[in-house]
Antibody, heavy 125, light 107 residues
Framework: QVQLQQSGPGLVKPSQTLSLTCAISGDSVSSGSVVWNWIRQSPSRGLEWLGRTYYRSKWYSDYAVSVKSRITINADTSKNHFSLQLNSVTPEDTAVYYC???????????????WGQGTLVTVSS | DIQMTQSPSSLSASVGDRVTITCRASQSISSYLNWYQQKPGKAPNLLIYAASSLQSGVPSRFSGSGSGTEFTLTITSLQPEDFATYYCQQSYSTSFTFGPGTNVDIK
């Protein structure tokens, strides 16, 4: 049973970098069958998928176009966690951030389960 | 990106009612459609994946149907713990997108 535990600051200043970590228990971040995602939720943008990382003989990352120039998602195998970095934040980046795992089925379908507990990140000076 | 819409945006219902929520995609997404339930202050919880497959542990009063561009989530005999917001999400395109949500509250 995979469980995800998020950590990171709840307040970030404008133009600085938002950094969050998602610790994994019950599986390995290097699992060849799981994908590790970051998703955020705000009243103005709803639920928004930000990106993912996964290991398939080597590491891959995919990002949403809306944040592609500012985002990095990577994994730390020694700590069995993955992290989100979002640069040059503005108040528009204020949201609840979630990590979530997904498994791609043989048909190519995938779904987010489970999710971390969520972290409210406020961008303000 | 594939745009997802939901209707209605909110509804009021009573315990025991049958509730149907519709999700539409801006292009065909085959059966790559998932449904989540979210309660205040909590993360979304997977209910249905691949349009009609019930996630383990989810009560059988929840069901999903549809393919292409139109999908439905049905709750037969609404229970007190079902009052929540429901979201659809497409996984046809890697740029995954969610619907705006349907809030189900008590009549």
């Amino acid at each position: 049973q995979v469980q995800l535990q998020q950590s990171g600051p709840g307040l970030v200043k404008p133009s600085q970098t938002l950094s969050l970590t998602c610790a994994i228990s019950g599986d390995s971040v290097s699992s060849g069958s799981v994908v590790w995602n970051w998703i955020r939720q705000s009243p103005s943008r709803g639920l928004e998928w930000l990106g993912r990382t996964y290991y398939r003989s080597k590491w891959y990352s995919d990002y949403a176009v809306s944040v592609k120039s500012r985002i990095t998602i990577n994994a730390d195998t020694s700590k069995n966690h993955f992290s989100l970095q979002l640069n040059s934040v503005t108040p528009e980046d204020t949201a609840v951030y979630y990590c979530a795992s997904s498994v791609v089925s043989t048909s190519g379908a995938n779904w987010f389960d489970p999710w971390g507990q969520g972290t409210l990140v406020t961008v303000s000076s | 990106d594939i745009q997802m819409t939901q209707s209605p945006s909110s509804l009021s219902a009573s315990v025991g009612d049958r509730v149907t929520i519709t999700c539409r995609a801006s292009q065909s997404i085959s059966s790559y459609l998932n449904w989540y339930q979210q309660k205040p202050g909590k993360a979304p919880n997977l209910l249905i994946y691949a349009a009609s497959s019930l996630q383990s542990g989810v009560p059988s009063r929840f069901s999903g149907s549809g393919s292409g561009t139109e999908f439905t989530l049905t709750i037969t005999s609404l229970q007190p713990e079902d009052f929540a917001t429901y979201y659809c999400q497409q996984s046809y395109s890697t740029s995954f997108t969610f619907g705006p949500g349907t809030n189900v509250d008590i009549k």
